[in-house]
T-cell receptor, first 115, second 114 residues
Framework: SQKIEQNSEALNIQEGKTATLTCNYTNYSPAYLQWYRQDPGRGPVFLLLIRENEKEKRKERLKVTFDTTLKQSLFHITASQPADSATYLC??????????????FGKGTKLSVKP | EPEVTQTPSHQVTQMGQEVILRCVPISNHLYFYWYRQILGQKVEFLVSFYNNEISEKSEIFDDQFSVERPDGSNFTLKIRSTKLEDSAMYFCARQGLAGAGELFFGEGSRLTVL
């Protein structure tokens, strides 16, 4: 079955630097991959979706890459700010034939941006 | 502004009691989902609901769980006889308008089973 690994449980960086978070999956390459932000005690907030035929997607200071050969997605936050501190979750569809909203989530990487 | 509104925000119950968690969509959507997150663990899929019927459910969603849309608007998750291990955050979500699988979650209902 599909598994997701977000290699770092925690990442601490200085304000202004670029944060890079990694998401690896183990089985088939999904049709798309998503990134969410989750603050303590709150629901996940959708950030970006990247499809298998897209190498890169950008939204403001966020950039996501998708390498189906490496079975990996990288999530970058440029010019990071303390307000970016949160847990970032990677998510994939569970499998072919499943409903689109049936997602497998990674455990997340907790990002702390120090001023 | 949350995409869906969930009530209650926090419920404490005794083991064996029935619990009903509610979700009210802000706008009219057909696809809804329930997820849960045990403290410190991953967000896990429970069930998807399309056009007033369950379309898919996980192995977690056993006979103790049920979902309904009783009045065509509110969307409920019922746990018939709660167990200690049901303590978690329960999130309702709707699918994005792009229909590409992105989800928009509510703020969640925290369930504590004593």
């Amino acid at each position: 079955s599909q598994k997701i690994e977000q290699n770092s449980e925690a990442l601490n960086i200085q304000e202004g630097k670029t944060a890079t978070l990694t998401c690896n999956y183990t089985n088939y390459s999904p049709a798309y991959l998503q990134w969410y932000r989750q603050d303590p005690g709150r629901g996940p907030v959708f950030l970006l979706l990247i499809r298998e035929n897209e190498k890169e997607k950008r939204k403001e200071r966020l950039k996501v890459t998708f390498d189906t050969t490496l079975k990996q997605s990288l999530f970058h936050i440029t010019a990071s700010q303390p307000a970016d501190s949160a847990t970032y979750l990677c998510a994939l569809p569970r499998g072919y034939g499943g409903s689109q909203g049936n997602l497998i989530f990674g455990k997340g990487t907790k990002l702390s941006v120090k001023p | 502004e949350p995409e869906v509104t969930q009530t209650p925000s926090h419920q404490v119950t005794q083991m064996g009691q029935e619990v009903i968690l509610r979700c009210v969509p802000i706008s009219n959507h057909l696809y809804f989902y329930w997820y849960r997150q045990i403290l410190g663990q991953k967000v896990e899929f429970l069930v998807s609901f399309y056009n007033n019927e369950i379309s898919e459910k996980s192995e977690i969603f056993d006979d103790q769980f049920s979902v309904e849309r009783p009045d065509g608007s509110n969307f409920t998750l019922k746990i018939r006889s709660t167990k200690l291990e049901d303590s978690a955050m329960y999130f309702c979500a709707r699918q994005g308008l792009a229909g590409a699988g992105e989800l928009f979650f509510g703020e969640g209902s925290r369930l504590t089973v004593l």
